[in-house]
């Protein structure tokens, strides 16, 4: 099984945790919102070699040599947002791209599935520019009017003054997550980010068994883009309501406000993280600005 890095929870993560809780609470007591207008959005890290983690070897055996076509060390982003009554947002995916845009004819070549939007930055992340267009085409105004409740972490653009300001001119109320919480109270880290991920493992174990995975010298090929593209709609449109809105529940977001599912709550400390991204995505202060998708996963 490869290893990734776990997230570190703070000393006082329970203090934290119940000052989050009463912000929201408070927040739905004055505003009354629906479930379908609480929502949570976080970005993950996805590879173009998406290798399963755990394969099978003859005890003892301490190193275990998986052949991929180095698109393991190509990675992207995908945002997923998703609201407490199990509903999804179209997906954002974001591709690394030298000069930040995906070209002319590269944008004509692809076909765009509904749920999915593309864009590209020039590494691969979700800067505060990308943010600001995700915010605009894909939050956007309320189709019913009413006022939202959005749950971020505290990822640097999501905390920018401008970012803010969008976010409550279209009547939605922003609460921040306590920095190092994600694994406990962030519904896209507690339950939707695995499965998701699981599921993109899937189609690419099933895409490589197939010829057309290899050239007429019989050299594996790496995904393309529209694999990815399709792989990632896919999984988010597959992906259960009832993930979503339990990991809300799990989360002590959308809990009935009398109390009767308090006991729906996470009260455990996760060993490590449910989804296995680095922690590149979460702090880019801390990492290269010009290869932040590097080789962090080991074999051992």
Known sequence: RSTNCSQRVPADYQVQLAHFRRTIVRHREVNGYALSNIANMDQTMVRFDSAPKCTNNIRGIKSIRIATTGG???????SLCACADGRKLPALIIFKERN???????????RYPDNVRVTASTNG?????????????IWSEAEDGERR???????????AADTGSLIQSLDT???????????????????????????????????????????AAGNLKQPTRQHVINWISTAW????????????????????????????????????????????????DDVDELDPFTDDEDMD
Not at 174 to 186: E, M, R
Not at 187 to 211: G, H, L, T, Y
Request: net charge negative.
């Open 72 to 78: 393991e060390k190509r990675g992207f982003t995908v």
């Open 100 to 110: 930040g845009v995906l070209g002319r004819r590269v944008r004509a070549a692809l």
């Open 149 to 159: 409740l959005l749950v971020l972490d505290h990822y640097k653009p999501h905390r």
């Open 237 to 284: 449109e597959e992906l259960a309501d009832d993930i979503i809105k339990k990991s809300f529940l799990r989360c002590g977001i959308s809990n009935a406000l009398d109390g009767s599912q308090d006991d729906e709550i996470r009260t455990d400390i996760p060993a490590e993280l449910d989804d296995e991204e680095p922690e590149d995505l979460q702090d880019p």
């Open 125 to 137: 992340w979700m800067t505060k520019e990308r943010l600001l267009r995700w915010i605009q085409d």
């Open 173 to 215: 109320d922003l609460v921040f997550i306590p920095a190092g919480c994600t694994s406990i109270c962030q519904p896209m880290d507690v339950s939707v980010n695995a499965p998701f991920k699981k599921k993109i493992i899937d189609f690419w174990v099933e895409w490589r068994r197939q010829p057309a995975a290899r050239t």
